[in-house]
């Protein structure tokens, strides 16, 4: 399950690979795959800004 905050996706923790093609608010681009860094949980697209987090780390950033 995904949910989007500002520029931000959450993805269940340990996905190891996202696919990103933009969307209405960044920009559409050409489909990538990229994956997810082990040791943070996030990963930056490179064409549109939009990040890619697993839950426990945007819960662990935030404090929750």
């Known amino acids: 399950m995904n949910s989007k905050i500002s520029n931000i996706t959450l993805i269940d923790d340990n996905t190891s690979g996202v696919v990103c093609k ?15 860094r082990a040791d943070d949980g996030k990963i930056e697209c490179y064409y549109c800004g939009k990040t890619f987090i697993w839950r426990s780390a945007f819960q662990k950033k935030k404090g929750i």
Request: net charge neutral; no cysteine; aromatic share 6%.
């Open 22 to 36: 933009g969307d209405k608010a960044s920009g559409s681009h050409p489909q990538i795959f990229l994956t997810v």
